[in-house]
């Protein structure tokens, strides 16, 4: 399975963009980028996905590299709500989860 | 949005009972599901694969036996930890993949917090 690097945690201030990067060097041509994040003792909420071009959706975009070999999850104004663990994963048949990025977003 | 819900959200047991976790989509059918384990501040760690209609495919180091998962619906699975112990005690979760999925997507229960005295 392609295998995904992200950052152990990120800082961020209330009401700033955060741009949490993903590198997955070894995707296949058919994997989609999923991301995910994960608040305390909750499960798993979806955030977005791409293949190839970059995604806006009410949450976040999702800018992919044009050689797809890295990812960049942008929250465009990061409130105390989005502190959590962000995971980004490849559509792979067996979705497997890295360690993620933990989120803390300072008042 | 696809919902999948798990009961019970959280469970305290004694050592060496048996306890029964569901996963059920709400508003789609799910072909294949996913169990999952969390220990405090890891990540999400795959126990099994579990497809409708048949057997389960675990990951290497879960014991089928004691991990015992039936999939007899397309919207519902059920993982049973069986003789547990104090070890057991974590977060599982499962996640539902729509059947006719176009990109491999899933989507994810809240979780079941077990304690295991």
């Known amino acids: 399975d392609a295998k995904t690097t992200q950052p152990n945690s990120m800082e961020s201030n209330e009401e700033e963009p955060v741009h949490l990067p993903c590198n997955h060097s070894t995707i296949s041509g058919t994997d989609y980028i999923h991301w995910y994040r994960q608040l305390p003792s909750q499960g798993p909420e979806y955030v977005i996905h791409g293949l190839t071009s970059n995604v806006n959706n009410r949450m976040a975009s999702l800018a992919i590299a044009e050689d797809r070999k890295s990812s960049t999850l942008i929250l465009h104004r990061a409130t105390l709500r989005d502190a959590a663990v962000y995971y980004c994963?490849?559509?792979?048949?067996?979705?497997?989860f890295g360690r993620g990025t933990s989120l803390i977003v300072h008042p | 949005g696809a919902v999948v819900s798990q009961h019970p959200s959280w469970v305290i047991c004694k050592s060496g009972t048996s306890v029964k976790i569901e996963c059920r989509s709400l508003?789609?059918?799910?072909?294949?599901m996913f169990w999952y384990r969390q220990f405090p501040k890891q990540s999400l760690m795959l126990m099994a694969t579990s497809n409708e209609g048949s057997k389960a495919t675990y990951e290497q180091g879960v014991e089928k036996d004691k991990f015992l998962i039936n999939h007899a619906s397309l919207t519902l699975s059920t993982l049973t930890v069986t003789s547990a112990h104090p070890e057991d005690s974590s977060f599982y979760i499962c996640?539902?993949?729509?059947?006719?999925?176009?990109?491999?997507?899933?989507?994810f229960g809240p979780g079941t917090r077990l304690t295991v005295l």
């Open positions: 994963i490849l559509g792979s048949y067996i979705p497997t």
């Open positions: 996640s539902a993949r729509p059947s006719g999925g176009g990109y491999n997507e899933q989507f």
């Open positions: 508003d789609f059918q799910a072909t294949t």
